[in-house]
């Protein structure tokens, strides 16, 4: 009988393996609901705060969007470029520059040969 009790007090209960794997989860979680938040916190100050300077500067926090997106479209931001003049208008302003004494015949020259490269 001393062997069997021997043997009974030598072995030992099965540990379930998932034991650990199950508190390591728990600290794992906690940490990412710790940083979730966190991460609301910061989230709900920088908000706060961005409204605090909208209302101070006189607009509406809510729709501040939309009245930059106004003066976008109202503006020439995004307006169409002109359109390219032809040779013979380049040509022609440039003699007319010349005519008027705007520029010297070196200059007209000069432009007239960057105008017929391009």
């Not at 605090?52 to 997106?69: C, E, K, M, Q, S």
């Not at 359109?83 to 008027?100: I, V």
Request: aromatic share 6%.
């Amino acid at each position: 009988m001393r062997a069997a009790e021997l043997i009974d007090d030598i072995i030992i209960e099965p540990v379930d393996p998932t034991m650990g794997a199950s508190a390591s989860f728990a600290g794992f979680f906690g940490v990412v609901i710790f940083l979730m938040v966190i991460g609301l916190i910061f989230s709900a100050v920088i908000g706060y705060r961005k409204y605090r300077i909208l209302r101070d500067a006189g607009t509406d926090p809510f729709t501040v969007d939309a009245a930059v997106a106004a003066k976008v479209l109202k503006s020439d931001v995004l307006a169409a470029p002109a359109p390219a003049r032809s040779m013979e208008e380049r040509l022609r302003e440039l003699d007319d520059l010349l005519a008027r004494g705007v520029i010297t015949a070196d200059e007209h020259r000069e432009a007239r040969a960057a105008a017929l490269r391009d």
